[in-house]
Every structure is written in C-alpha cells, then in structure tokens.
C-alpha cells in the first residue's frame, strides 16, 4: 500500500538542458594552432527535458517530458507545477508517468 499525501511533499520537477552537439566546442585561436579552425560549424541542438525527482531519493528521476522548445518545457513545468500543488501522490503519478 503507498503513502497517501499532496504530490509536491514527494515531487519536485525540473529543467535540464541537454546540447546534442556531435562534435566537440573548442576555441579556435590561429596564434596557437598550427591549423586553420573547420569551415563548417557544428550545428547544435537543444533539448529541455522535463524531470520529476523524487523528494526522498534524488537518485530516483522521472522524465516527463521533452522539448525542442525553451518556452514550451517552461510551459510545461508550469501546468505540471499547477498539477503538483493541486493533486495526490497516486493522482499525480497517474496522470505523468
């Protein structure tokens, strides 16, 4: 039987930020390198996930969702937030994960 109780005593949720870079950022400095810095820029991608981690073990994490969008993952946290204050543990679980 689990523990009944308002979900923010067990949750809290978070952003992290992930670059999906495939290459490596250096900083190109011709007085240094014997080479001249590549023509082509890596493009880089952001991700926002949105994680809840739980308030007993912070090892324990529950990805939420994912975004390509800054504002969409804060959107997200948002109502998520509202959602948190409002339901249960069981409520919020059920309705997240």
């Excluded at 308030?55 to 990805?63: A, F, I, L, Q, T």
């Excluded at 939420?64 to 069981?90: H, P, Q, V, Y």
Aim: charged letters at 35%.
């Amino acid at each position: 039987m689990g523990i009944i109780g308002p979900a923010n005593e067990f949750w809290r949720l978070r952003i992290v930020k992930v670059d999906t870079a495939d290459e490596f950022d250096f900083d190109w400095h011709p007085d240094i390198l014997f080479r001249e810095p590549p023509e082509k820029a890596a493009v880089e991608t952001e991700l926002f996930f949105v994680e809840a981690v739980s308030m007993d073990d912070s090892n324990r994490v529950e990805r939420l969702g994912s975004f390509s969008d800054k504002a969409e993952a804060e959107e997200c946290l948002a109502d998520m937030n509202d959602d948190l204050i409002c339901m249960t543990r069981s409520q919020f679980e059920e309705a997240h994960f």
